[in-house]
């Protein structure tokens, strides 16, 4: 079964580091984009950048660039979204996904179960 | 502002019909597949149609894709109230070269 877990939620305060994960099992995880997507409050989804894990070279949405840093490890099939400095405006639930094979096909399947963010002070 | 334009809502009553309408432009659905996207309360989204028609297993026939040009729609018959959740529709943007996602549009089983 082809399966993405996800790190707990968090709660944080302005200003910290974060970093959160996504393991990947059931598939070849080298063969695969892997996606980043949030879901604010109250919102929909939108779509931060992808990573491809064989050679870990990423895509930024506009909105995202220069605001988070998407990174994988294939040793352990895992891939991570992490930010330097948060802020108020980044808590979200944050999906990792794997999108279709040939990414203008445009879907995605499966979903990890989401990581909840919270910042606050 | 989404890239692509969904309804907010849509309401139903239990048994009956409805479609949720997903427009876009030729840089997106106009030339790339269309994917719809089930959201129930306090979950992960899940893939209900790909390809523009195609479900994956284990998604009832009683949900189905279409796409025209550059606007797709989703219908779903014979409603239960368990089919209340948000609806995404997403495709590919050739431009932006990344996924692109509706705003979301909340079915209601009344």
């Known amino acids: 079964e082809v399966q993405l877990v996800q790190s707990g939620a968090e709660l944080k305060k302005p200003g910290e580091s974060l970093k959160i994960s996504c393991k990947a099992s059931?598939?070849?995880?080298?063969?695969?984009?892997i996606v980043w997507v949030r879901q604010m409050p109250g919102k929909g989804l939108e779509w931060m950048g992808i990573?491809?894990?064989?050679?870990?070279?990423?895509r930024y949405s506009p909105s995202f660039q220069g605001q988070v840093t998407i990174s994988a490890d294939k040793s352990i099939t895992t891939a991570y979204l992490q930010w330097s400095s948060l802020k108020a405006s980044d808590s979200a639930i944050y999906y990792c996904?794997?999108?279709?094979?040939?990414?203008?096909?445009?879907?995605?399947?499966?979903w990890g179960q989401g990581t909840l963010v919270t910042v606050s002070s | 502002q989404s890239v692509l334009t969904q309804p907010p809502s849509v309401s139903a009553a239990p048994g009956q019909k409805v479609t949720i309408s997903c427009s876009g432009s030729?840089?997106?659905?106009?030339?790339?597949?269309v994917s719809w996207y089930q959201q129930l309360p306090g979950t992960a989204p899940k893939l209900l149609i790909y390809?523009?028609?195609k479900r994956p297993s284990g998604i009832p026939d009683r949900f189905s894709g279409s796409k025209s040009g550059t606007s797709a729609t989703l219908g779903i018959t014979g409603l239960q109230t368990g089919d209340e959740a948000d609806y995404y529709c997403?495709?590919?943007?050739?431009?932006?070269?990344?996924?692109?996602f509706g705003g979301g549009t909340k079915l209601t089983v009344l």
């Open positions: 996904a794997r999108p279709s094979v040939m990414l203008r096909d445009g879907w995605v399947d499966p």
């Open positions: 059931g598939y070849s995880f080298i063969n695969y984009w």
């Open positions: 990573i491809h894990p064989s050679d870990s070279q990423t």
């Open positions: 030729t840089s997106n659905i106009g030339n790339n597949y």
């Open positions: 390809e523009n028609n």
């Open positions: 997403g495709t590919w943007d050739t431009s932006l070269y990344a996924g692109v």
